[in-house]
């Protein structure tokens, strides 16, 4: 096998969201934007500005702004080799690019291309099977994030705990428990009442309207040893919000924790 980034990798998808070019530039191309709908982003927003994405404790990928054109085109560079743990040099960057194109009627779409060159070990094209699955949900977030707090700074709140099994068991679990129903149903998730916006695999995300109005991800995902991980994702605009967190986190975290989960 070649140890020379040769072989390469892409995926590429579309999203048409509400709003000018300027109001999803905002949200595509801001730290303050992409932590609404995101991970929570560091950015300094100028081409060869540094980026940081939070993916949980002491997990994060750094990169650079390498393509800056307001409102139209973004492009960034992320060191996926050390995101791995693998050696650097055997992979070229991860560049991902964002082109906004407005169209008539007040939306937009985002063309989304992500692309880079590995050696053709097995890890990798693993690797890139999961990225679309596990990224492209987040563009539901930008989606009702635009439609529904344009401009807005979130609060995030993030809870996940392990069980041992699969993914559609525990989904199956969780859904249950939460009492999720189908697209458009009104839902009481744990004392936070909202609406079915979009019904995934093993993901349901909805709009919070009580007691702090915002999004809320709700999954499971496998972790490949025989573990799955339920979670809660929720991005909630309101000035009472970190309070909110504070007071909620740990009791989603003990009821995630606690859930029946069929051996």
Known sequence: ???????????????EVPGTPEQVWQAIATARGMSAWFTPTEMEEREGGAVHFTMGPEMGS?????????????????????????????????????????????????HVTSSGFGIGAAWESEWWDTLGPGWMPFFDNLRLYLASFPGQEATQLEVSASHPGDAPTLWATLHDALGLGDEGATVDVRGATGTVERVGDHQTLVRLTAPVPGMLNVYAWGTGDGNATAGVRAYLFSPDAADYVRREEPAWRA???GLPVPA
């Open 255 to 257: 009821w995630l924790e």
């Open 1 to 15: 096998m070649s140890t020379t980034p040769t072989v390469p990798y892409r995926l590429e998808f579309s999203v």
């Open 62 to 110: 750094d990169g650079r702004v390498t393509g800056w054109d307001p409102p139209r085109r973004l492009v960034y560079e992320e060191d996926w080799a050390a995101l791995m743990g693998r050696d650097p040099d055997t992979l070229s960057p991860l560049t991902s690019e964002f082109l906004v194109e407005a169209r008539s009627g007040g939306t937009c779409v985002v």
